[in-house]
Each structure stands twice: as structure tokens, then as C-alpha cells.
């Protein structure tokens, strides 16, 4: 079994990709959801994911305490994209070779991520949730603005290409 050697430009990487996959996917909701749909305001919207953790009492309460649950919903948010963003520097960054591959493994991983969370994580919680492939979370929304963020700020870098200087040989000092 291989190890993983992680760097400090890893770690910001890392933390670089989680941080737009998680601002990207919390847009889409917010204008799916909140704008679009009106199925929620912006409070009660982070109070869903917060939900996942603490069931139907995520929505039990508003003002000051409405809002720090909206918080703690926020936090689950970065943490779960951030934590998305680890588990594909782990398992797939090493086969993001080319573009292509980057691309299509964002794709899928992101939509990986949405049937996941889908078909396993939210029937697993105490909290009402959407049918799978129902309502505007579709696969697409994850895979575009979670996997493929991802994928292309983590992509594997080519090679370096040593400078010319680097390749021609030094001259030998009786050559002048």
C-alpha cells in the first residue's frame, strides 16, 4: 500500500478546492432553493444542513438561536466539501494525468458525491429530505460545481521541464 505524501501547497490546495466547490454548491442552492423555488430563506437554508446532525430540532427554533444553528450549518457545509476535496486528492488526484481525464473524473466524482449523499447519507438522517433525482438538487448541480472545481484546482501537475541552461552540457573549459 502506498502513502500519500501531502505538502504545505497540498494543503492549500486543498483547502483552495474545497472552499469554491463550497461556495459554488451553497450559490446553487441558495438560488435554487431560496430564489427560484422559495422553499426556504437564507437562515433556514443552512439550518437544513444542520438538520443532518441535529433532525427536525435544527428548525425548532429563530433568532440568535436560529442563527447559530444556520452557523453550525454553514461549518458542516465547509467541512463536508473540504473533506470531499481529501478524499479526491487521495483516492483520484493520481490519475488526473490530462485534461481529459480531469474533466471527465470531476464529472463523475461529483455526481459520485451526489448519489451518495442522495441515496445514503440523508435517508440515514432524522430529517426530511427530497426523493432521489427529485427536485432541483439534480447530479449535474454537484457534478459541475463540486467535482469538476475539485478536480481542476487538484489535477495532477505535468512534469516540470528543466530549463535549457539545466540540459546543455557545460561547455569544457579548453574550448575557448
Do not use: C, K
Not at 436560529?66 to 493520481?94: C, E, K, Q, T, Y
Not at 427530497?130 to 478536480?151: K, N, Q, S, T
Amino acid at each position: 500500500m502506498s502513502t500519500v505524501r501531502v505538502t504545505r501547497n497540498d494543503l492549500q490546495r486543498l483547502l483552495v478546492a474545497g472552499t469554491i466547490a463550497a461556495v459554488l454548491d451553497a450559490t446553487f442552492a441558495f438560488f435554487a432553493y431560496v430564489v427560484i423555488a422559495g422553499r426556504y430563506d437564507f437562515e433556514s437554508l443552512l439550518q437544513y444542513i444542520a438538520s443532518g446532525l441535529l433532525g427536525h430540532y435544527a428548525f425548532a427554533h429563530h433568532g440568535v438561536t436560529g442563527w447559530l444553528i444556520a452557523a453550525l450549518g454553514f461549518a458542516l457545509h465547509f467541512g463536508i466539501s473540504l473533506s470531499v476535496a481529501g478524499i479526491f486528492f487521495v483516492a483520484l488526484r493520481p490519475f488526473t494525468t490530462t485534461r481529459m481525464r480531469t474533466v471527465a473524473l470531476g464529472l463523475l466524482y461529483g455526481a459520485a458525491v451526489w448519489m451518495f449523499n442522495a441515496g445514503v447519507v440523508l435517508p440515514l438522517t432524522d430529517t426530511r429530505h427530497e426523493p432521489f433525482l427529485g427536485g432541483w438538487y439534480i447530479p449535474f448541480d454537484h457534478a459541475l460545481f463540486v467535482g469538476l472545481p475539485i478536480a481542476i484546482v487538484l489535477a495532477s501537475r505535468a512534469p516540470r521541464l528543466t530549463p535549457i541552461r539545466a540540459r546543455v552540457a557545460p561547455r569544457a573549459a579548453t574550448e575557448h
